[in-house]
């Protein structure tokens, strides 16, 4: 860790990193062929990531709701299968979101988050209800509609199961925009971490598919890059909370078979081309092992005439100084009202 040179965040890596000890990734990472092998491997999947996911929810004080916005559950519908007869979410054919609406704004914009967690963890309803602070304030401040998405996760929904559930919400709401009350000429995406792998990936899609024209995008400390290769790679790979190590086991969760990790839907450094889409905000980490990614990606994407705003802060993948969370909220707040809440 000596290339940290604030004080105050050598003492936080320090004291988050033991946390990390109890949030490991599944040891095997793809089904198993052998049918109840298979069956008990996604058994324990699931059971795995709700026991870690309780511990995530219990974690976070409870914290009092936002005046002024109406908070909904929906489901999404959503097709594909993990191919486990066990599995709630493909059984139903449908997921979870949460819709942050403020009372007394009749139409307006919307902004889709997808969370972080390596592919596999940060979602769940009462994982997502312990942040719903942020998306309500954002909601109530900007007078915009925020929908959190609990897309199916790794490693038993593997790629192209969670971008295909993000990109398939963001159909959905605008083919529910009159229900919604959203403006479906006003749409925004956004997202963390492998939320922000996500995020790029479902512009692509709506780009490439002739879906939904967005108006920016949200890529905060985002990973974009399977190859795992960078410099900052490889000078923060231990000892910095997120490990080199933890970035080729998410890959390996999320990605199902090699060639997924040239797909530039799963991948998006390997696009052929970033012409087209919506305005950007890059937010990174000066000790962060996605730093060197997520900074290559936004100068591809200036290359291609895409507007960007970038921004490196003194942080680890997992450990910030506490002003930096403020600043990062600020920033995509400046973000949306420049391009998602113009008239």
Not at 181 to 191: I, K, N, Q, T, W
Not at 242 to 271: G, I
């Amino acid at each position: 860790m000596e290339l940290v040179t604030e004080p105050r965040l050598r003492e936080i890596i320090e004291q988050v990193t033991p946390y990390l000890a109890d949030s490991q990734a599944p040891t095997v990472k793809h089904p198993p062929t052998d049918p109840d092998a298979r069956a008990a491997w996604f058994a324990e999947v699931t059971q795995e990531r709700a026991r870690q996911q309780a511990q995530m929810a219990g974690s976070r004080s409870a914290e009092p709701a936002v005046e002024g916005v109406d908070v909904t559950e929906v489901r999404i519908p959503v097709t594909g299968t993990c191919g486990w007869p066990g599995c709630a979410e493909c059984t139903a054919g449908s997921i979870n979101a949460i819709v942050y609406r403020p009372v007394d704004v009749s139409t307006a914009p919307a902004y889709l988050h997808f969370h972080g967690g390596g592919f596999w963890l940060g979602g769940g309803l009462d994982v997502l209800r312990a942040g719903a602070a942020v998306h309500a304030s954002r909601a109530r401040d900007l007078g915009i509609v925020v929908i959190d998405v609990d897309y199916r996760m790794a490693p038993d929904h593997k790629f192209p199961i969670p971008v295909e559930d993000c990109y398939t919400a963001l159909t959905w709401v605008a083919a529910n925009a009159e229900q919604l009350s959203v403006d479906p000429a006003r749409l925004a995406v956004g997202g963390g971490s492998a939320g922000g792998a996500l995020t790029a990936g479902v512009t692509l899609m709506s780009r490439d598919r002739g879906g939904p024209a967005l108006s920016a995008q949200v890529l905060n400390i985002p990973a974009t890059d399977s190859g795992c290769n960078t410099a900052s790679m490889r000078l923060f790979a231990e000892g910095y909370v997120m490990t080199r190590q933890n970035a080729l086991e998410m890959w390996d969760m999320y990605l199902a078979s090699p060639a997924d990790a040239y797909d530039p839907y799963a991948s998006p450094m390997h696009a052929s081309n970033l012409r087209g889409l919506p305005p950007a905000l890059v937010v990174l980490g000066d000790y962060d092992v996605l730093r060197d990614e997520g900074d290559a990606y936004a100068r591809r994407l200036v290359d291609d005439g895409v507007t960007v705003t970038m921004r490196r802060l003194p942080q680890a993948h997992g450990a910030a100084l506490p002003e930096n969370g403020p600043e990062t909220e600020r920033l995509i707040d400046e973000l949306l009202r420049a391009n998602l809440c113009r008239k």
